[in-house]
């Protein structure tokens, strides 16, 4: 982690240099700077990636770290999980609005937005970061949203679909449903960027800006001039997709296969098989929608895993196929064919069913004493 207000990020690190990494997190330093620019672990690519679980990442920390001191770090991960569920229980529902807004949202996001130039330099130089890094802090995602849907008024499915493409932790439950928080599509409370806000968690200043006004202003304000033109159409970045390094009457031929999607590039997996390892890239999802750095992340995870062959193809291909299948869970590849690995969780106790908001959820993990008892 770097100093406050100042980013600097992390070195993508093998799995031995992950765990190490893990281990040696200060949780209490965490807590105090994680709502600060450069203040957070920057573990999250890791954890979209499936090159560790939430659990793993949980006992890890507490080997260093009392579960007193780990709570914050450890509810943090818990929202991973938290969103994960509500995507299993509620499939492509996530896609829609949960709840409706009170008003109309514009159809399209900022073009100052996608240029950079809204004329708010912490938020500038974030959209800039996020373009050439794949990688922006938590409070830098919810100041963007904030300004897409609650100042510019703009539908959140449009911004959501934006980052969403940049991310090289993108995550659609993570993504999607935090839009819909920071919207109020979720909760129905909505959430406002305010320079005052900006300044603390940035350690920043820009005086006079169009948000820097109390929050009851900014709640009624106009939309700002440079807010004002939109677009609906979203770059396309015309990536080139990796080679297949295996086909699909190549399968045929095998017994059984271990199945990678792009989140479950897990370097450990099933150590003593001696079985084909195939990453399979959905063709129709990657071949435009995603930015080079997101392709480039997936291919880094890739190289990690010894032997593994690319598929390049759509995963109904598959489906025809006489071999034996298996795979590890992640709610975004469930039409995918193959026999699941149960998913690994930090709360496997909790029933499965929707819980309406995160607190309801956490409810849960204290009533069954998940929480803070556990211990390695
Ligand atoms: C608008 C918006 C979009 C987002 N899109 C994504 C996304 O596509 N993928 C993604 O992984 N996270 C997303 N997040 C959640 C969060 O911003 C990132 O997980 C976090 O910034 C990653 O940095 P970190 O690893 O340093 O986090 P840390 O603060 O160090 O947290 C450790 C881990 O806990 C989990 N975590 C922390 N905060 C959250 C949260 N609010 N929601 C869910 N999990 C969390 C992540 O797995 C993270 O790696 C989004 C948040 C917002 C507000």
């Not at 997190?25 to 807590?31: E, M, P, V, W």
């Not at 999250?44 to 770090?73: C, H, M, W």
């Not at 896609?95 to 996001?109: A, D, H, S, T, V």
Request: aromatic share 12%.
């Amino acid at each position: 982690m770097s100093k406050k207000g100042k980013l600097t990020l992390l070195q993508r690190l093998s799995k031995k240099q992950l765990i190490d990494y893990i281990k040696s997190i200060n949780a209490s330093d965490y807590t105090a700077r994680r709502n600060y620019l450069g203040g957070s672990t920057q573990i999250s690519e890791y954890i979209t990636r499936g090159a560790i679980s939430l659990p793993q990442v949980r006992d890890l920390i507490l080997i260093n770290n009392s579960a007193n001191d780990a709570f914050k770090l450890i509810n943090e991960l818990s929202w991973r999980e938290y969103w994960q569920l509500v995507w299993r229980v509620r499939g492509d529902e996530i896609f829609e609005y949960i709840k409706l807004l009170p008003f109309k949202p514009r159809q399209g996001i900022p073009t100052a937005v996608l240029n950079a130039n809204t004329g708010i330099t912490v938020l500038d130089e974030g959209i800039r970061q996020l373009k050439d890094t794949g990688y922006i802090d938590n409070h830098m995602r919810m100041w963007i949203a904030g300004l897409v849907c609650n100042v510019a008024r703009c539908d959140w499915k449009i911004g959501a679909n934006w980052m969403h493409s940049y991310l090289i932790d993108g995550d659609f439950a993570s993504n999607h449903l935090s839009w819909q928080w920071v919207a109020g599509s979720y909760t129905g409370k909505a959430y406002l960027p305010q320079q005052d806000n900006i300044n603390k968690y940035s350690n920043t200043e820009q005086p006079g800006s169009y948000l820097d006004k109390p929050y009851e202003v900014l709640e009624k304000m106009e939309i700002p001039p440079e807010l004002l033109e939109i677009t609906g159409t979203l770059p396309s970045f015309g990536v080139t997709l990796p080679q297949s390094t295996i086909n699909v009457q190549e399968l045929s031929n095998e017994p059984e296969i271990l199945l990678y999607s792009p989140w479950t590039l897990d370097p450990d997996w099933l150590p003593k098989s001696k079985a084909p390892r195939v990453l399979l890239i959905d063709e129709d999802m990657f071949r435009n929608t995603y930015s080079q750095n997101v392709l480039d992340s997936i291919m880094w995870f890739a190289n990690e895993i010894k032997d593994l062959k690319i598929l390049c193809a759509e995963p109904q291909v598959l489906s025809a196929l006489h071999t034996q299948i298996i795979r590890k869970d992640y709610p975004g590849t469930v039409d995918w064919p193959g026999r699941v690995e149960k998913p690994e969780l930090l709360y496997s106790a909790i029933p499965e069913k929707f819980y309406p908001s995160f607190s309801s959820y956490w409810k849960q993990v204290e009533k069954l004493q998940l929480f803070p008892n556990h211990r390695i």
